[in-house]
């Protein structure tokens, strides 16, 4: 395969084709975040955070699954770029619960999102907390629709396609096929799609006890009371 060369913020590089802008881009160690972006899966492309300015295109492109072409021209930290990822940032922040997204947090503080400004016109994502297997908790208010629980638990790693997405637009989350309770579904408790999630909206149940502060006696209790309730 043959080599193209593009600038990526003044810099001159040179990459195998089929590299993406981001790939490029970590070789001379630009930042650029991301949060749908997973390495092993797929790119979905769907939070944005990623854009950067690509010279002579309209719109941003997202870094994450854009291949690099040569003699391309990007920008990755343009005012731009960095109002763009500010407002991802907000309305991420002011929709969805991110109290245990660190990383998305500190991309907020990174761009300066401040959610506030938009006042009280933004209505939050709420959904019921669901309790019912005995390994892991889903948390939907924390959800940011990012897809890679979905990747992990198809084609990307697991294929065994146990949750999608449900409902449409601000409706939109994820789901068992029906919204059938997860023991009656395909999962086979790999746990790939709650390391996968990055904001605790998937959490293991042990994991959530240790945060409630039970030790491991407890714990291992509560582990067995809660297998014998759910089997
Ligand atoms: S549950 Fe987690 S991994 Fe799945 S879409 Fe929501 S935030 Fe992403
Ligand atoms: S990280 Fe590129 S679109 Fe989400």
Sequence with gaps: ?????????????TVPQGTTILQAAQKIQRDIPTICYHP?????????????????SRVLVQACSRVAENGMVVETDSPR?????????????????????????????QYDANPERYGKK?????????????????????????WRCVQACGEDVQWTFAIH?????????????????????????CG???????????KAKRAAWLEQGLD????ARVSNLERREKS
């Design 165 to 189: 997405r449900a409902e449409r637009g601000f409706d939109s989350h994820i789901a068992t096929f029906q919204e059938i309770p997860i023991p009656e579904s395909t999962c086979v408790y």
């Design 192 to 202: 790939n799609c709650v390391q996968a999630c990055p904001t605790g909206a998937l």
């Design 40 to 56: 092993h899966f797929t790119p979905p492309s769907l939070c944005r955070v990623c854009v950067v300015q690509v010279e002579k």
């Design 1 to 13: 395969m043959s080599d193209i060369t593009l600038t990526v913020d003044g810099q001159t590089i």
């Design 81 to 109: 770029v960095r109002l763009a990822r500010q407002v991802i940032l907000e309305m991420l922040n002011s929709a969805v619960d991110l109290s245990q997204a660190p990383e998305i947090q500190a991309y907020a503080r």
């Design 122 to 146: 933004i209505e939050r994502r709420e959904f019921p907390l669901f309790d019912d297997n005995p390994f892991y908790l889903r948390d939907y208010s924390k959800c940011i629709m990012c």
């Design 216 to 219: 491991l006696k407890q714990l």
